[in-house]
């Protein structure tokens, strides 16, 4: 019978038995329904997500909900919306409850006196030209002066198309701020023209990410197993989309057969009551899914199928001590 033991030597094994450790059971939040920003192709935006609910704002509502959260067993609240910093002290009741991540535009600094090690993701989607076009204005300027050197910071670049040939610029600007960075891939959910996907076009962002990874180890947060799954949507033969996401909100989780799948998962809106089908876009086609996070659980929660070889095995932890860095639960 082939076992974890068998399939890794000692330094890899103590690598396994550190995220084995680990028993993540996350669940995300829309702070709000406002933002400072309009990006094309935003899922929150271009799928009336920020419509789906009248927010909540009696902080004691949202206090005590957190609470009801801890207890259902989570312990990573993945902040999102709209943008989370334009409501702070929503931010701090996760804060100081629970291990928490929040996703922001990097436009409003977040006080460290405040929340001195909160992990941020500052979202970017390439360079100056990029950003003004899909975004409307170049946000790296001001999120990076905002950050420069804060350990507790990344970047969570969203590569287009565009990008291709030309984001070791980008990296490199984020080293040099004394920030690492995590890639993921654009959705194009309102369809901008050019910003589509071709599969040789894949093929190439591919190998440019596994390039970035190797030149930047110390700045780039990344596998290049995770770069094959998210660029090609397979893992072991299998194909990524409805039928094997694990990214759906539990309580309205009618599969069936039910893939293996984050357990207690929830998206939950801003009203505090109402959820979203799942971690990304209410309407997204899921052939056309390029979620990160999602490819990354998707490998996560398929532990078993991947003690199969040595390689397979070592693929499965490297995505896995990826995931676990970026959201705090073992250093960089
Ligand atoms: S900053 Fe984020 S939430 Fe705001 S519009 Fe852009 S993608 Fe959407
Ligand atoms: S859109 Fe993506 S994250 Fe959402 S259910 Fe489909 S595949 Fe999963």
């Given amino acids: 019978m082939i076992t974890v033991s068998s399939l890794l030597d000692a330094s890899w094994y103590e690598r396994y038995r550190r995220i084995s450790k680990l028993n993540i059971r996350s669940s995300i939040y829309d702070v709000t329904n406002q933002c400072n920003l309009r990006c094309k192709g935003c899922f929150f935006f271009s ?3 920020h419509k789906a609910a009248r927010e909540e704002m009696d902080l004691t509502r949202w ?27 929503r931010v701090e009741a996760f804060y100081r409850r629970m291990p928490t991540f929040c996703a922001t535009n990097g436009l409003i600094r977040v006080p460290r006196e405040r929340f001195p090690d909160l992990m941020l993701g500052i979202s970017l989607w390439g360079d100056e030209n990029d950003e003004k076009k899909l975004r409307g204005r170049d946000t790296f300027s001001v999120s990076s002066k905002h950050y420069a050197g804060d350990p507790n910071v990344y970047y969570l670049y969203t590569i287009t198309p565009r990008q291709i040939g030309r984001t ?25 023209d050019g910003f589509d996907w071709r599969p040789e076009e894949l093929v190439d962002i591919r190998s440019e990410m596994d390039d970035m990874l190797d030149r930047y180890p110390d700045t780039v947060i990344s596998s290049k197993y995770y770069h094959e799954i ?37 998206r939950w809106a801003s009203d505090l009551k109402t959820m979203h089908r799942c971690c990304t876009s209410e309407t997204r086609d ?47």
């Fill in 286 to 332: 899921c052939t056309t899914c390029k979620d990160g996070a999602a490819h990354m659980s998707w490998v996560m929660v398929n532990k078993r199928a991947h003690i199969r070889t040595t390689r397979d095995l070592q693929n499965w932890i490297e995505v896995y001590e990826m995931f676990a860095k970026l959201y705090q639960f073992i250093p960089w």
């Fill in 63 to 89: 206090e005590a909900f957190i609470d009801r959260e801890k207890a259902r067993g989570v312990n990573l609240a993945i902040l999102i919306g709209g943008e989370p910093t334009l409501h702070l002290d």
């Fill in 168 to 192: 070791e610029r980008i990296i490199r600007r984020i080293r040099d701020a004394g920030l690492k960075v995590h890639m993921q891939l654009l959705s194009n959910d309102e369809g901008v």
């Fill in 47 to 49: 799928s009336n997500e």
């Fill in 230 to 266: 998210i660029t090609t949507g397979k893992m072991l033969g299998r194909t990524f989309g409805w039928k094997e996401c694990p990214s759906v909100t539990e309580p309205l989780d009618r599969r069936d057969p039910r893939p293996r799948r984050l357990i207690g998962f929830i």
